[in-house]
């Protein structure tokens, strides 16, 4: 086990917090070990700023820089076995070798492997691959207790029992801390295609995108973001705000951040715009570009250029366009996420968001802690008149990520998640910033 040099370790709110790289299984072990005996949290990635209140007065982040070493690639299959601590952006340009790879989109390139799966998301790409938990197909963890136990396999539809591997993606590294992982690989596209079109509104856009959907185009990714999410993009892309002012339609100059001036701000407040990105063949591509455009979209398209269209889907992947937003998540029937989208208009601090209809996702960006608040608390009134079961995942004062339902959360659940807990982790050291 390897402490990094540096300001790594770090004082603030009169919490202390280290990171430490492992760079073998016993260093993993040895820190789970010093974590349980001295009380400490263990916070699984790259260091970060902790909640003004956390739970606890120390904390270790933990990296595993060491280990990343690929166990077994079969090409053949479509399946690779590796540690967990490689970067996906290593992971991509060795799987580039084979002509294969891991749709996934990470704004970050630190972001390993174990980060992945802690997350469980995809990004946009999984409008057509699907989540962490449809691409891992096995993993060997360690919990809480240090005990190492191996889940899922090698095979697609090699489970019985529980499947734990999907319990543990996205579990935000409170149950476990996954060493070694099992991918399910894709022939890697030969060419892409990203289009943008505009909306006067939510329901206008969400009734397109549903169209699109069931019309069963295979699409790679669809994803809706509102003006202020656009702007934030086209801030850090001036190529992207060139090609939006450029635009003959007048809707995608509102998507500029010096657009807003010639719409007025009830227009430029509640646009949308519905971007696509597809994959496959040049002569595939253009063909299903044609379908889409004639179908659907008519004029008024922007199609981002090759230098453009990596950084824009990497952005748009991001859980916040800034370090410093705030994320309310929230997952829901498609008409009640509509709803929900457009209750947040006139939010206090509002940033902007994004949705994934065909995933039944949503992330709104706020400005400061207490506006994200406020509206959870308005989510929860609504959630009173809808007759739809709403999942949400939110920042607390004392939390970086809580997971709950509204109205009421499921008992049976909450309890299964509190038996894991006492039962592998009594202590609560397996990121306490987090409750799922």
Same mark, same amino acid.
């Given at each position: 086990m390897s402490s990094n040099a540096g300001a790594e370790n770090i004082k603030e709110n009169n919490v202390f917090s280290e990171h430490i790289n492992c760079d073998s299984i016993d260093a993993v072990? !040895? %820190?789970l070990e010093s974590c349980r005996t001295n009380g400490y949290g263990l916070l699984s990635g790259n260091p970060y700023k902790l909640p003004i209140a956390p739970g606890m007065q120390n904390y270790h982040f933990m990296t595993m820089n060491g280990l990343n070493r690929i166990i077994e690639h079969l090409p053949s299959d479509q399946v690779i076995s590796l540690e967990t601590g490689i970067t996906l952006r290593d992971l991509q340009a060795l799987l580039d070798t084979s002509k294969q790879w891991l749709p996934v989109y990470a704004a970050d390139d630190r972001t390993s492997l174990m980060d992945f799966i802690n997350s469980g998301d995809a990004g946009p790409l999984e409008h057509a691959y699907g989540e962490a938990r449809d691409m891992v197909l096995g993993i060997n +963890? %360690? %919990?809480g207790s240090g005990e190492l136990i191996k889940c899922g396999g090698k095979v697609v539809k090699n489970?019985? *029992?529980y499947d734990l591997p999907k319990l543990f993606c996205g579990s935000h590294g409170t149950l476990q801390i996954p060493i070694s992982a099992h991918l399910r690989l894709y022939a890697k596209p030969d060419a892409s295609s990203s289009l943008i079109k505009f909306f006067k509104n939510a329901d206008?856009?969400?009734? &397109? !995108?549903?169209e699109i959907i069931r019309s069963g185009l295979p699409m790679s990714c669809l994803e809706l973001a509102d003006a202020g999410m656009l702007k934030s993009l086209a801030a850090k892309n001036s190529t992207l705000e060139t090609q939006l002012s450029n635009s003959t339609d007048p809707l995608a100059k509102q998507f500029t951040p &010096? *657009?807003?001036? +010639?719409v007025s701000p009830a227009s430029s407040i509640e646009s949308v715009a519905l971007c696509m990105q597809l994959h496959g063949m040049e002569s595939v591509i253009a063909t299903l570009r044609k379908e889409l455009i004639d179908l659907f979209l008519n004029d008024g398209i922007i199609e981002l250029d090759q230098a453009t269209e990596q950084t824009f889907w990497k952005e748009l992947s991001r859980a916040s366009q800034s370090k410093n937003a705030f994320v309310l998540s /929230? /997952?829901?029937p498609r008409k009640t996420l509509k709803e929900i989208l457009k209750a947040s208009t006139d939010a206090s601090g509002k940033l902007g968001w994004t949705a994934r209809p065909? &995933?039944?996702k949503a992330s709104i960006e706020f400005k400061d802690l207490e506006s994200c608040s406020q509206f959870r608390q308005k989510l929860v009134e609504l959630s009173r008149k809808f007759t739809d079961v709403i999942a949400i995942a939110h920042p607390t004062e004392s939390l970086t990520y809580k997971a709950s339902q509204l109205p009421n959360d499921d008992a049976v659940l909450k309890e299964l &998640? $509190? $038996?894991i807990k006492l039962e592998y982790d009594p202590a609560s050291i397996m990121n306490p910033l987090a409750e799922i």
């Open positions: 072990k !040895s %820190l +963890s %360690l %919990l489970v019985t *029992g206008e856009a969400f009734a &397109k !995108s549903i &010096k *657009g807003t001036a +010639s /929230c /997952c829901a065909s &995933k039944y &998640k $509190r $038996r």
